[in-house]
């Protein structure tokens, strides 16, 4: 009979205590994985919307500015010193190291006219990349040409305007050529035309007043994007606009950091849980560890018997608990997404993981229960039959 069968066959014999050493064990594995697998999912999903979101970085024009606003209040503001950004500067943007993460690059000019005695922003934007930088843009109608004009929900409503109506604006003949869907944002109360055409209007040629990034941030820190754009655009300022996913992003830290120290606390209690079980099964087996010594069996023989019974128990924990870890992920997954779909794939490195910190603990925890019996006298063993 081979070690291996001699433990099996006491693991057989002793299944009560076997099924506690497997319980604790997969107690603390399955809620290391199903943190893991729910923290991970919930980072990706956060990273995704972020691309969605459309523009999170805004390339303005540095001013020196005083505000004036108290309690509240806000009265304006002093502004000196502001010069405009240059289309031929701007384009120093796609030449930075982290160029590849950026998806889009949006030049703005803005500016006031009067339709039909109505002072109105009017903005002039690159329509090319308007599906990027304005992913929740849906138009009745089509965008502009180079007489056309986009018109703000608002601005259609107040005006009582529709794709078709002509219009003056600043001298120049303009047809509207579709109106926006509400978007709850300020893009309800301007007009929009394209970026040629607004620099003609407001004799800005080559200049913009501002630009939107959208910028791909899975594998890069937006702060080093920002911190590049300024290096090359020093007469700008450069801003990231992700305040309410960082937020989210550092809560999700926060809950990663302390549910790995439950975690580690649920591990400990599941290796004291192997200690006191395995301790417990070799005393109860003084008699048969002593027949053992006395047959020729030496001392790392039976160490190699205890460590078989944990590592089987172990390993057999590291699995169930994986499975049982991924399926709590996927179900709480459900309750944290806000309506949309976060997935808990299958990850073999994280099932990996998950085993060998089973058979890590398992088999440390059994480490000196396995050294006692193998210290134990055989003479003393035999006395006690």
């Known amino acids: 009979m081979t070690l291996k069968e001699i433990s099996i066959r006491n693991l057989m014999r002793r299944k009560g205590k076997a099924a506690f050493v497997l319980a604790g064990l997969v107690i603390g594995v399955a809620t290391v994985v199903a943190i893991v697998s729910f923290v991970n999912a919930m980072t990706s999903n956060i990273n995704d919307k972020l691309e969605k979101y459309g523009a999170n970085i805004l390339i303005v024009p540095k001013t020196e500015n ?33 160029a590849r993460n950026i998806a889009a690059l949006g030049p703005l000019v803005l500016g006031v006219v009067k339709i039909n005695a109505t002072r109105v922003l009017m903005a002039g934007v690159d329509f090319k990349v308007s599906g990027i930088l304005k992913p929740w843009w849906h138009v009745q109608g089509a965008f502009p040409g180079s007489n056309g004009i986009l018109l703000g929900s608002e601005v259609a409503r107040i005006m009582d305007l529709h794709p078709g109506s002509s219009l003056q604006v600043n001298g120049k003949d303009l047809a509207v050529s579709g109106v926006l869907e509400p978007t709850g944002s300020q893009d309800d109360q301007l007009v929009f035309t394209r970026l040629k055409t607004a620099q003609l209007i407001f004799k800005k040629q080559g200049k913009v007043s501002m630009a939107e990034v959208a910028a791909l941030c899975k594998d890069c820190p937006i702060d080093d994007l920002v911190k590049q754009i300024s290096e090359i655009l020093p007469g700008a300022k450069v801003m990231a606009i992700q305040q309410v996913v960082k937020g989210r992003m550092e809560a999700l830290t926060q809950f990663k950091n302390f549910s790995y120290g439950i975690s580690g606390v649920i591990l400990l209690i599941g ?34 018997i205890v460590f078989i019974e944990a590592g089987i128990i ?13 399926g709590s992920a996927k179900i709480a997954i459900e309750f944290f997404s ?6 808990v794939p299958f990850d073999y490195q994280l ?14 925890s059994s480490a000196y229960p396995a050294f006692t019996a193998a210290r134990m006298d055989p003479n003393e063993a035999l006395r006690a039959l």
């Open 271 to 304: 290796g004291l849980v192997v200690f006191v079980t395995m301790m417990g099964s070799v005393r109860e087996r003084t008699n048969e560890i002593g027949i053992f010594r006395a047959v020729g069996f030496r001392k790392r023989h039976i160490m190699k």
């Open 66 to 98: 005083l505000a004036l606003s108290y309690g509240g209040l806000s009265l304006g503001g002093v502004s000196f010193e502001m010069e405009e950004i240059r289309e031929a500067e701007l384009a120093r943007v796609k030449t930075i190291k982290n």
């Open 314 to 326: 172990s390993g057999l924990a590291g699995i169930i608990g994986y499975l049982i870890g991924l």
């Open 338 to 343: 806000d309506g949309n779909i976060a997935t």
């Open 351 to 364: 099932a990996a993981v998950a085993i060998l910190v089973a058979l890590t603990v398992g088999l440390v």
